[in-house]
């Protein structure tokens, strides 16, 4: 069965450092999504993409946030300058209608 | 994006079948009904996707009343690894997806 990949698995950071968590979607999927799940929460939609750009966005995906899909394969999401409540599960997924596949998640702490 | 509400939590055994309901009374006419399933710490996996009537696939039913204002899925005989949160969502195809609260399910032996 085809899967999303997403690497690296856990990353921890200092505050106020960039982080770029990298994702390689289904080869033949059109839509791509970032998400993030704090710990105990539910699952918040970030972004999504398609046909190389961004399509919708949440309040959440502030100016710290961009996305690029920079090779037609990895689609990667970068958080410029990180803060203690950017911890979370980070979840890139993507879709071929119906269905959307997710990866297994990042696991990003910030200290 | 219609809202959804559903149950926050159920219990069950193992063997039994079980129905959770979720209500979505904003529906839109293009809108269709998906749910997908999450253990911790793991990605959303998706379940099943109907628009009206019944749909029933290898793992779960889903049952659409003709008003579209609620729909329940159906799990025959649960087992202790069916232990986990079950998301319902309300849209269009192709769009983003949005995820409630869900319902915590428990599967007891």
């Known amino acids: 069965e085809p899967e999303v990949t997403q690497t690296p698995s856990h990353q921890v950071t200092q505050m106020g450092q960039e982080v770029i968590l990298r994702c390689v979607p289904i080869?033949?999927?059109?839509?791509f999504y970032w998400y993030r799940q704090i710990l105990g929460q539910k699952v918040e939609f970030l972004v999504s993409?398609?046909?190389?750009?961004?399509?919708?966005k949440s309040e959440i995906f502030d100016d710290q946030f961009s996305v690029e899909r920079p090779d037609g394969s990895n689609f990667t999401l970068k958080i410029r300058s990180t803060k203690l409540e950017d911890s979370a599960m980070y979840f890139c997924?993507?879709?071929?209608?119906?269905?959307?596949?997710f990866g297994q998640g990042t696991r990003l702490t910030v200290v | 994006l219609a809202k959804t509400t559903q149950p926050i939590s159920m219990d069950s055994y193992e063997g039994q079948e079980v129905n959770i309901t979720c209500s979505h009374n904003?529906?839109?006419?293009?809108?269709?009904i998906t749910w997908y399933q999450q253990f911790p710490s793991q990605g959303p996996r998706f379940i099943i996707q109907?628009?009206?009537t019944k749909v029933t696939n290898e793992v779960a039913s889903l049952f659409i009343p003709a008003d579209r204002k609620s729909s329940t899925l159906s799990l025959p005989r649960v087992s202790l690894s069916d232990t986990a949160v079950y998301y319902c969502?309300?849209?269009?195809?192709?769009?983003?997806?949005?995820f409630g609260q869900g319902t915590e399910l428990s599967v007891k032996p």
């Open positions: 997924a993507s879709r071929q209608v119906p269905e959307a596949f």
């Open positions: 080869s033949n999927h059109l839509y």
């Open positions: 993409f398609y046909n190389n750009e961004i399509s919708e």
């Open positions: 904003n529906i839109a006419t293009n809108d269709y």
């Open positions: 109907g628009y009206k």
């Open positions: 969502l309300v849209g269009n195809q192709g769009g983003k997806l949005i």
